[in-house]
């Protein structure tokens, strides 16, 4: 599995070694870094590569989905959405 997140290693979140909801926070060939997921060849940092067992691959199969939602309630709260319903 690549981690296709870009981040900015300075905000308060990259800080605290969350850079996963970094407040810059970019997408490997959307955001820059060249290539992305339709791209015939992407190299990556070696740091942004997981391996996953194969009796795993079906729960792996939810990573971006869950990971989409979990970003989707941290900007809510970021973003101050008080007495807003969110749907995930």
Do not use: Y
Request: aromatic share 4%; net charge negative; charged share 15%.
């Amino acid at each position: 599995m690549v981690d296709p997140h870009l981040h900015c290693t300075q905000c308060t979140p990259c800080s605290n070694q969350q850079n996963n909801i970094c407040d810059k926070l970019g997408f490997l060939g959307l955001s820059g870094g060249g290539g992305g997921g339709l791209s015939e060849f992407v190299a990556v940092n070696w740091q942004d590569c997981h391996a996953i067992s194969e009796s795993m691959l079906d729960v792996a199969a939810l990573i971006e989905p869950l990971a989409v939602a979990r970003h989707a309630l941290h900007r809510a709260k970021v973003t101050n959405w008080k007495d807003q319903s969110v749907l995930v």
